[in-house]
């Protein structure tokens, strides 16, 4: 009667009203566990088949992500398996159409397969080139981004597996070339699913240490499968933020994974790679002996050429002599002081004989000649014009005191005035009256 009494006639609706005094049943649970995983619908999702086990018409497997470190049970029935035309086997990348399914007595979760596709190496190649071209679409592969190496790296990256035939090229190769190059090595997982996050981590490592100028991230060959994580986006776009080169060396020859494209440098093989940063130091001994040459031949050369000069310079009859300059100077000048002169003395004469023609004009025009020929110059002697010229009768009128040049010399005399000329006309006609009256 007690028991019956504490134990609640109605259960919770909701796991959450559920309480240490009103629980559910295990099995309520488990029911509704079920419930809802069965409403959720099939997806097809892509993975690596790590684990597969055949018993009688059922066979169980173990996908893992491609990309992490999460692997899920499944189980296919025979008929969907012996659908597939190869044999599924470990290792297998596949796409597969999935079911979850919840079994009540176990309480185990379960991933019934509907469908399983393996992935072949056609459909990889697809999707790894429709990934190639939206990269390239979003300028990741432009030859603007890409970062020169240095001529000679101080310290070098380099990411390759632990141990691996890759990782001993590169160092065996670089320091034949160059005895004093210095290494930053990062061992990581070059393939698996794993890959991916190692080689991101040591490549943001090696891009943040201050004495490393180059990275070089190698491994040697291998499937398509196996060279997939070089392909992955977030690894292609860590490699184009990176601020230091990256050098890719991935596979052989052929092998083209998208790390190629992005990567500052594409070099074909590890070896290669090992080539390609680092001088040979041979070559440049040999160039610097080569250039010591040259600049020894230039030298040379200019030298002798300049040897030629000066003795072409000391041929010359000026340097032979040095006074023939002078000397011909000398008679030049000679010769010019005695144009000169002559010319001087012509300029003289002429003008001697211009002067002696001039002076015979001013004599034979002088006032002196004028006198000469018997002329005088009557000047005013007296009175406020003293000493002016008589030219006008008007002047003497009344009786002046004058002042008479000759050639001779000079001499005073007084004016005498006119009578006036209406007396002597009266007494003309007086007079030849007479003469008729008579």
């Not at 009688?56 to 491609?66: E, F, I, K, P, Q």
């Not at 406020?384 to 005399?413: H, M, N, W, Y």
Request: hydrophobic content about 40%.
């Amino acid at each position: 009667m007690s028991e019956t009494q504490d134990t609640p006639s109605v259960l919770p609706a909701t796991a959450g009203e559920t309480s240490p005094e009103n629980p559910w049943p295990l099995r309520l649970l488990s029911e509704k566990l079920k419930a809802h995983i069965d409403r959720t619908p099939s997806c097809w999702v892509e993975g690596q088949v790590i684990e597969l086990n055949h018993r009688g018409n059922a066979s169980y497997l173990t996908l893992r992500d491609v990309d992490a470190e999460v692997s899920l049970p499944g189980s296919i029935w025979a008929t969907n398996l012996n659908r597939i035309e190869a044999p599924l086997e470990r290792g297998s990348r596949v796409v597969a159409l999935l079911k979850p399914e919840f079994w009540l007595k176990t309480g185990r979760l379960n991933m019934s397969v509907k469908d399983i596709r393996p992935v072949g190496l056609g459909d990889l190649l697809a999707r790894i080139e429709r990934l190639r071209q939206a990269l390239a679409s979003e300028g990741l592969f432009d030859e603007e981004l890409k970062l020169p190496l240095p001529y000679l790296p101080h310290r070098i990256g380099l990411i390759t597996g632990r141990d691996s035939d890759a990782k001993k090229d590169v160092l065996r190769n670089a320091a034949l070339r160059w005895p004093a190059v210095e290494f930053e090595i990062r061992e990581v997982a070059v393939q698996g699913v794993t890959a991916v996050g190692q080689v991101m981590a040591a490549l943001a490592e090696l891009d943040a240490h201050p004495d490393v100028d180059v990275i070089v991230i190698a491994r040697g060959g291998g499937s398509l499968e196996d060279l997939l994580p070089f392909s992955n986006e977030e690894l292609i776009r860590a490699v184009s933020r990176a601020a230091t080169p990256v050098v890719s060396a991935i596979g052989h020859e052929a092998d083209r994974p998208l790390l190629d494209y992005v990567a500052d440098l594409r070099a074909s093989t590890p070896t290669d790679a090992a080539k390609r940063i680092v001088p040979d130091v041979s070559e440049e001994l040999a160039g610097l002996t080569y250039a010591r040459e040259q600049m020894r031949r230039v030298i040379h050369q200019r030298v002798d050429r300049e040897s030629d000069r000066l003795e072409q310079l000391r041929s010359r009859p000026v340097m032979a002599n040095p006074l023939v300059m002078v000397d011909s100077r000398a008679e030049e000048l000679a010769r010019l002081r005695q144009s000169a002169t002559t010319t001087l003395g012509t300029a003289l004469v002429r003008a001697q004989d211009r002067i002696t023609h001039l002076k015979a004009q001013l004599l034979a025009l002088s006032p002196q000649k004028t006198l000469d020929r018997g002329y005088a110059v009557v000047h005013l002697d007296d009175g406020p014009d003293a000493g002016a010229i008589v030219r006008d009768p008007a002047q003497v009128r009344q009786e002046r005191s004058l002042l008479v040049r000759v050639a001779g010399g000079k001499f005073t005399a007084r004016s005498v005035p006119k009578a006036p000329e209406k007396s002597s006309t009266r007494s003309r006609k007086t007079t030849q009256e007479k003469r008729t009256a008579s």
